[in-house]
């Protein structure tokens, strides 16, 4: 017998995101990130505020693709 797990709409985040910056780069390498500066959260029982703390960003590909922080 095999179970398939049912999916179920479970949040919506808008984020406002500032300019990218370029911070580095190697041979034919950028690594980027991207500021979150802020935006909402929404469901219809739950609501929030994103926080002006985090980031989000790319490195090369041999490394990682990408990564995201939060405070």
């Known amino acids: 017998m095999s179970f398939a797990p049912s999916l179920a709409f479970a949040f919506e985040i808008r984020a406002q995101i500032a300019p990218t910056l370029h911070v580095g780069h190697g041979d034919g390498e950028r690594t980027e990130f991207t500021p979150i500066v802020g935006g909402t959260v929404t469901r219809p029982r739950l609501s929030g ?23």
């Open 49 to 71: 505020t994103v926080l002006p703390e985090g980031a989000t960003g790319t490195a090369p590909a041999a490394r990682c693709a990408t990564w995201t922080r939060a405070g």
